[in-house]
């Protein structure tokens, strides 16, 4: 049996990033991962390939429509998507290769197979060849992740009916692609396939896109992807599904009940959600149960067991990357006995659609709902010179500030680069910043950054350019 001062089971980025931090503060770690290559959700099957989708498919886009006719630049491409396909693969497989690397260089044991807690301290690995390594660990760190939450009625055949990692390798354009869930996935891939040529309907049960979003916002990017083609059924639910040899024949009705219509799909993507993974994990062996909502709660990373510690999307809160990534350092730095915390209220959200929408803090309602009196600074890009002359002006940036001191509460933005600049408003949040601090600060010019001071020059009607 090998003893460790750290055993962490999972090796997204919850349990990669706790892995290095570990290895970083001269803990002995062990990370241990069933799938083939480290990285997990996000490396293998989320943030990364589909990132590489939407940057294929948006130049694909670019060329074959009137974007690049526009600025004078005449091409007839061809779509090969074997090579775009291929060209994803090779990105992630060189990524996930990279977090191998950063467990040698930090003293990190990749243990590979699946982990099962066998009470308190230990942990029983069963290898792909059927091969058992037991290890003993001071502390445990759950960092299993999620996966997609599925629906009654319309079962996931992995052929015609796909979750978000069938979308991100179709072998085919589909004809008619139909998404249940208006959510995050639904509108990212979405997006890869219209502009890749497919008919995209997206079907969702509330009567809004991305239900947790400022609601302006929300609505701003249904109004530019309705645009560029995409159909909503908003308010609306699927009560089955029949898959045929090249096709679903998908049952639709009110989401109040009411007359049943029948939709045609070559391919249907199921994105309602993910859930907590922890199946086969053993929770039973040290008395830990899921919430009635599947969740493993934790406080301040600890969960009720001793010695047994969680992190990412298996636990509470937003389930993204970088959450992941501020748990994980923050439960290693604890775990090592040092003081650590997690801003929750400054952890950013953003949508890789076209134009993109980037968010951090507090939306509107969410401000009137705690009876939170707010200014708000606006500012349009389509007043911005860097957007305009790029012909990329869709979009705002609104900043909400309190009343009384004028200490930024939220940042909501939709339109180009935003994912890039929402950072900013971070740290000068993270800095308890005023709306007057960011106004202060010279941008350079032209960039589609000077949005983001004349928004919070905005806050006190100063805004220059519009
Ligand atoms: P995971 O990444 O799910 O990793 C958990 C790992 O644990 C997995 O590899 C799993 O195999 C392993 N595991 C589970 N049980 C065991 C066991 N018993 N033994 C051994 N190993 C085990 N987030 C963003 O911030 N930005 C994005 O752009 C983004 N895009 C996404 C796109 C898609 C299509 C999807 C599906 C998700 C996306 N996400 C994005 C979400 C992001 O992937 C997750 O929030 C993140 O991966 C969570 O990290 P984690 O370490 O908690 O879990
Ligand atoms: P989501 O929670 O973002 O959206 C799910 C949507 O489905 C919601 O709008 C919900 O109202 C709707 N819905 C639920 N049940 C339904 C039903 N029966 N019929 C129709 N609609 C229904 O979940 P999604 O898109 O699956 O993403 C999962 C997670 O992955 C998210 O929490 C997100 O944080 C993460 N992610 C993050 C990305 C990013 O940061 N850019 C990209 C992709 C995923």
């Known amino acids: 049996m090998s003893a460790y001062d750290v055993v962490i089971i999972g090796g997204g980025p919850g349990g990669y990033n706790a892995a290095i931090r570990a290895g970083q503060l001269g803990l002995k770690v062990a990370c241990v991962e069933g799938r083939e290559t480290l990285g997990g959700t996000c490396l293998n099957v989320g943030c990364m390939p589909s990132k590489a989708l939407l940057h294929a498919s948006e130049l694909y886009e670019a060329a074959a429509g009137k974007e690049f006719a526009d600025l004078g630049i005449e091409v007839k491409p061809s779509l090969n998507l074997a090579q775009m396909m291929k060209q994803k693969d090779e990105s992630v497989a060189s990524l996930t290769k990279g977090i191998e690397f950063l467990f040698r260089k930090n003293k990190v044991d990749w243990i590979k197979g699946w982990g099962r807690i066998d ?13 058992v390594v037991e290890l003993q660990a001071k502390d445990i760190v759950i960092a299993t992740g999620s996966q997609p939450t599925s629906l009654p009625g319309v079962t996931i055949d992995h052929r015609r009916i796909i979750d978000s990692t069938g979308a991100l390798s179709l072998p085919e354009v589909p004809r008619h692609l139909v998404v249940i869930g208006a959510g995050v996935i639904g509108l990212e891939l979405g997006s890869v396939w219209r502009r890749l040529g497919s008919q995209v309907t997206v079907v969702e049960y509330l009567d809004r896109i991305c239900p947790g979003l400022d609601q302006e916002t929300g609505k701003a990017l249904q109004r530019s992807l309705s645009k560029q083609g995409v159909t909503f059924k908003l308010g609306s639910k699927v009560s089955g599904a029949a898959i045929g040899e090249d096709g679903v024949e998908l049952s639709i009705e009110p989401a109040g009940g009411g007359a049943v219509e029948s939709l045609q799909a070559d391919y249907v993507l199921v994105a309602i959600g993910r859930r907590p993974y922890i199946e086969g994990l053993g929770l039973e062996s040290i008395g830990l149960e899921p919430n009635a909502r599947g969740v493993l709660e934790n406080h301040r990373s600890r969960s009720a067991a001793d010695g047994v510690w969680i992190i990412g999307d298996v636990t509470s809160g937003p389930m993204l990357a970088h959450k992941a990534e501020e748990e994980a350092i923050a439960c290693i730095e604890r775990i090592a006995g040092k003081g650590a915390e997690v801003n929750y209220d400054v952890i950013p959200s953003v949508i890789y659609t076209k134009p993109e929408v980037a968010c951090v803090g507090k939306s509107e309602e969410q401000l009137k709902a705690e009876g939170h009196s707010y200014k708000v600074g606006k500012f349009p890009f389509t007043a911005n010179s860097r957007a305009k002359i790029n012909h990329e002006a869709d979009g705002f940036v609104k900043v909400l500030a309190d ?64």
């Open 403 to 466: 009343e009384r001191t004028d200490e930024i509460l939220g940042v909501h933005m939709i339109g180009p680069s935003v994912s890039e600049m929402i950072g900013e408003y971070c740290v000068a949040m993270e800095f308890a910043a005023s709306s007057a601090d960011v106004a202060l600060i010279c941008h350079p010019h032209p960039t589609r950054s000077e949005a983001l001071r004349q928004a919070a020059m905005a806050v006190e009607g100063w805004a220059m350019q519009a």
């Open 119 to 131: 009470g308190l301290g230990r942990v029983v690995v069963t290898a792909a060849d059927g091969a």
